[in-house]
């Protein structure tokens, strides 16, 4: 009898599934098909073909994939192989109250096109949930501070961080509620396009985001005496440029940004900082039609810069990760990486770290999300590249989870916290 066994079935979205077929006549060619629909009932596939051993299984933290969306032992590929059926969708969990349900099935030959309607010989449903068991979520509006804070069950007090995302805008979440679930208290943090907030970005308000670091601190479950930051792409911009202005930041974790103020004039108290006006490269991607948006970084970029464009990183009094995907398609993050590295040594100081991922794209998220290689952008009018191959995407994207939860672990105040 055909079964299909997925364990756990009701977990954490960054947590591993092991997934075993049994039953199958032994050498038996197979299909394990994996199926998500969003809160929008955008369809995601993804698929894998093996071969079952002599004892008529297969278990997918051994048997190779022969073909399908992904090549070898990859126990995980079903989930970061997931594809829009609608191309240029980007998945994003929305609502926390509810998990995704991914529906696996298998099938006792190679289905090459989804249309044929052949039914599964086994099923199973797997539910993948972004706040875990006690998460709380408080809906922020305190003064100017728009956003939603994780707390993780308990009294604390926690160690708080702030989340923040690029220039999509809105309010992302996911993260924020998978970071509560492993102990830290979150605020994810909208500061354009969200309710009453601007509706576009016109220029970076530090003044804002000290407000919602004074917020954080001031709350009764947070663990004082400073806080950290995550943030990716524009989003890791202003985190750095919190490390370097603000002194409640002690943990500042920087993903696929700049460390220059690019574009939009940054401002705090008395101080304005003009941008740098970067020429971008635009150049069209293979037959799907996404555009390459670029800055240009050639070796001698920084040397041309005005230097108060620069973000003075020797200042930051907290400790710096720098999270690197060197087949980054939108910014040239390697280069920004290095280049606040090198000028932390050159002031002799010791508080960066980076790590830097062959073959990873623009969006390095909690592991086992869907690899994005490409997204729509209304603002654009066309589907943004952030390139990077799938495999070493997500396997960048499993190291440095653990990574960052062991940095703020060990950069962050914590008491009565269990992490």
């Known amino acids: 009898m055909f079964q299909l066994i997925a364990t756990p079935s009701n977990a954490l979205a960054d947590e591993p599934v092991s997934i075993r077929a049994t039953g199958l006549p032994p050498s038996q060619i197979v299909t394990i098909k994996a199926t998500l629909k969003d809160e929008k009932e955008n369809l995601f596939q993804s698929k894998a073909f093996y071969q079952a051993n002599e004892a008529g299984e297969v278990d997918l933290e051994q048997a190779s994939a022969l073909g399908g969306d992904y090549v070898g032992v990859h126990p995980m590929g079903l989930f970061w192989s997931l594809k829009p059926k609608k191309v240029f969708q980007r998945l994003i969990k929305k609502d926390m109250n509810s998990p995704f349900c991914i529906t696996l099935d298998l099938y006792d030959s190679v289905c ?17 949930w972004f706040a875990g068991p006690g998460v709380q979520r408080e809906q922020i509006r305190e003064g100017r501070v728009r956003g939603a804070l994780f707390l993780p ?82 989003g890791a911009e202003i985190a750095l440029a919190m490390a370097c202005y603000l002194k409640q ?43 390459r948006f670029r800055y240009d970084t050639d070796h001698f970029w920084f040397s041309k810069l005005n230097p108060q464009s620069i973000l003075p990183v020797e200042k930051a009094q907290g400790k710096i990760l720098f999270i690197v995907g060197e087949n980054d398609g939108c910014v040239d993050s390697k280069i920004h990486a290095q280049r606040a590295m090198e000028q932390l040594r050159s002031h002799r100081r010791s508080n960066g770290r980076m790590l830097s991922y062959p073959g990873a794209g623009h969006l390095i998220e909690p592991p086992y999300s869907p690899f994005c290689f490409a997204s729509w952008n209304p603002e654009l009018g066309s589907a943004l590249l952030w390139g990077g191959d799938p495999a070493a995407h997500a396997a960048a994207q499993e190291h440095s989870w653990r990574e960052i939860r062991k940095f703020f672990r060990q950069h962050l105040p914590h008491s009565g916290s269990k992490l």
């Open 112 to 128: 090459l096109v989804d249309s044929v309607p052949t039914l599964p010989k086994a099923s199973q449903i797997v539910q993948r």
């Open 153 to 234: 069950s308990g009294e604390g007090p926690f160690p708080g961080i702030i989340d923040l995302f690029g220039s999509f805008g809105g309010l992302i979440e996911f993260r924020a509620g998978l970071l509560a679930s492993h102990g830290f208290a979150v605020l994810a943090l909208a500061y354009f396009a969200y309710e009453d907030l601007p509706g576009k970005l016109v220029e970076e308000n530090l003044d804002y985001f000290e407000e919602a670091a004074n917020f954080l601190l001031a709350h009764p479950k947070i663990q004082r005496p400073g806080i950290g930051v995550i943030a990716v792409s524009k």
């Open 249 to 291: 930041v002690v943990a500042t974790v920087w993903i696929n940004g700049s460390s220059i103020i690019l574009d939009i004039p940054l401002r705090y108290r008395d101080l304005v900082v003009t941008p740098a006006q970067v020429a971008l490269e635009r150049s069209q991607v293979h037959f799907s039609g996404a555009v």
